[in-house]
């Protein structure tokens, strides 16, 4: 499965963005979907992952209450909603996609395809 992320962006702090995941290849329903994002210098870290179904949802608490992913099996895309946004989630946003639909996992090495990252820039 080949996935592209989208929605990036500069957005001030305070700000909202919605990131999109399309996916081509095989459908989504059968794939579990994360969310991670990387700052310079850093590991890449969880943000959100949802099951195949949708009917499991998983946050980092850094985001918790904040963001909220969702899916549209229909069009193979799955969202990242980005709402209060804070100078602290300036990263690269990624998504990926874990082959078990119905395990959520934190996991960066569950995960077996990525996509090529979105930037996302938020100004204090």
């Known amino acids: 499965v080949q996935l592209q992320a989208s929605g990036g962006g500069l957005v001030q702090a305070g700000g909202s963005l919605r990131l999109a995941c399309a996916a081509s290849?095989?459908?989504?329903?059968?794939?579990?979907m994360g969310w991670f994002r990387q700052s310079p210098g850093k590991e890449r870290e969880f943000v959100a992952a949802i099951t195949g179904n949708s009917g499991s949802t998983y946050y980092a608490d850094s985001v918790k209450g904040r963001f909220t992913v969702s899916r549209d099996n229909a069009k193979n895309t799955v969202y990242l909603q980005m709402n209060s946004l804070e100078f602290e989630d300036t990263a690269v946003y990624y998504c990926?996609?874990?082959?078990?639909?119905?395990?959520?996992?934190?996991?960066?090495?569950?995960?077996?395809?990525w996509g090529q990252g979105t930037q996302v820039t938020v100004s204090s």
């Open positions: 290849g095989r459908t989504l329903r059968s794939y579990a």
């Open positions: 990926a996609a874990d082959p078990s639909s119905l395990i959520l996992s934190d996991y960066v090495g569950r995960y077996r395809y």
